[in-house]
């Protein structure tokens, strides 16, 4: 293990390296023939009205890897665990970029995610269950699956305006680190596994941003979402095992920690996770195929409103996530778990009904309009 002067310095190295290979990247996507070979071209469901170059989240993965191969070296996480991860992450990326370049029908990118899922969920319930062998680690990563795969394809169906995807996971991304640690007595490992975790990663959506918020010439892309959607999930299930082997050692586990474990996962994402998730619901409802495009999700429709740009709506969705992410973070603090939770429940359920209304009725009068 390293100084704590050493380890800050690494730190700073990893944020620029990637930002500086993020910056070739974007380069490349932007000024070289490779523009052309991965151009997204507007269609009903899009924002945007200009032809821009896709794929600019094609080498986050380059950036996860790095990490967990640090993060194995360091001995915090098991080799056979984090290379595991750094082959996900690539086949997760691999899958978006093939799809960003040619297509592929939503059968086989489903498929490939679920294979890709399916793998990690039963090396993550070996590993874990060789520490604690008892159900609720069963429910957890049968609780993870389903989560990982929904969030994946949330962020990206929720891919279609600048920055949007990027700034929500970096405010989910700080909100579970802060309330993990703050949930946590002994700190000091997980102080430095998340800070080598999100560091390379957030210095490469940082480089990216530049050129799609200011400059707006290229897009994440495919295999930028779903790189993002898996690595969110992926880091949730990692701190709530830091919060899990507390709670065990304390005694503290019961048959509900799974369903808290799982509805922090989702408040902690819930603008993205709720929006996406109330629209197949309220399309389902009114017989709507749920593959057709459109452009109601909540952040469209406020984009769309007189006064307001994408850069204002991605910054008002990224602090109203990040601010309640922190306002229930305090609150888990002065309750006891058992009322936190319930009034986490009771804000998720409110606002489900409320979201499925409102798309059904947008739905609806998208239907009208075009009749």
Not at 12 to 32: A, D, H, P, R
Not at 210 to 229: E, H, V
Request: proline letters at 2%; aromatic letters at 18%.
């Amino acid at each position: 293990m390293q100084s704590q002067e050493n380890f800050i310095y690494l730190l700073l190295v990893l944020f620029f390296v990637c930002g500086v290979m993020q910056e070739i990247w974007n380069f490349l996507l932007s000024k070289t023939k490779l523009k052309k070979l991965i151009i997204d071209i507007p269609n009903n469901r899009s924002s945007h009205t200009i032809p821009t170059a896709r794929g600019g989240g094609a080498i986050f993965f380059l950036f996860a890897s790095f990490s967990f191969i640090i993060l194995a070296m360091q001995k915090l996480l098991p080799w056979h665990i984090s290379l595991l991860l750094c082959i996900s992450s690539c086949f997760i990326s691999l899958v978006g970029f093939i799809d960003d370049i040619k297509g592929l029908t939503a059968k086989k990118r489903f498929l490939s995610q679920i294979l890709c899922i399916l793998l990690n969920s039963f090396i993550f319930y070996m590993f874990f269950s060789s520490i604690y062998f008892e159900y609720s680690i069963f429910v957890i990563i049968i609780f993870w699956f389903i989560f990982s795969l929904s969030l994946i394809n949330f962020y990206n169906f929720a891919d279609g305006i600048n920055g949007y995807i990027s700034f929500q996971f970096i405010a989910s991304t700080i909100s579970i680190i802060i309330f993990s640690y703050q949930s946590l007595q002994i700190k000091s490992n997980f102080i430095l596994t998340f800070s080598i975790i999100s560091i390379p990663t957030l210095g490469g959506i940082i480089f990216f941003l530049r050129r799609n918020i200011i400059k707006r010439n290229i897009f994440l892309g495919d295999t930028g979402s779903t790189f993002l959607g898996f690595f969110l999930s992926t880091i949730f299930l990692l701190s709530s095992f830091y919060i899990f082997n507390e709670q065990k050692t304390n005694n503290l586990i019961n048959h509900l920690t799974p369903f808290y474990i799982l509805m922090t996962w989702i408040f902690f994402s819930h603008i993205i996770f709720l929006d996406c998730a109330t629209m197949i619901l309220a399309k389902l409802i009114t017989k709507i195929p749920i593959n057709k495009a459109h452009k109601l999700h909540i952040y469209q429709i406020i984009s769309r409103k007189k006064g307001f740009t994408h850069f204002k709506t991605t910054i008002l969705f990224f602090s109203l996530q990040l601010m309640l992410n922190l306002i229930f973070s305090f609150i888990a603090k002065n309750v006891n778990i058992f009322n936190f939770f319930s009034l986490i429940f009771l804000y998720l359920t409110i606002l489900t009904i409320f979201l499925t209304k409102y798309h059904i009725k947008s739905l609806k009068n998208q239907i009208e309009s075009i009749s």
